[in-house]
């Protein structure tokens, strides 16, 4: 998870607050954002997924990936309702 955590879901958050690193074009930045925000929504499916049933993200124990997911979770908060929409998260 700490992998997942670090090389799939955090990444998938720098063209959503970066467009300008994926294309030089501002009028194209809205739509790499929205690009970037499908993305986001599909990992947090997926962990919200893998969270269903446990009380942390490796099971009944805490570890450093909750913290890291509340934080990834807290630069959604323009885009989606964690609480309401990715319960588990």
């Given amino acids: 998870m700490l992998s997942y955590f670090g090389s799939g879901f955090h990444v998938s958050f720098y063209p959503f607050f970066m467009p300008s690193r ?12 929205e690009a970037a925000g499908a993305q986001i929504r599909t990992h947090l499916a997926h962990i919200d997924r893998q969270l269903a049933g446990k009380s942390y993200v490796l099971g009944e124990a805490r570890s450093v990936l909750d913290p890291y997911l509340y934080a990834m979770s807290r630069w959604t908060v323009s885009m989606v309702d964690v609480g309401r929409d990715y319960p588990h998260v």
Wanted: charged content about 35%.
């Fill in 22 to 33: 994926y294309v030089e074009d501002p009028t194209q930045h809205e739509a790499v954002k």
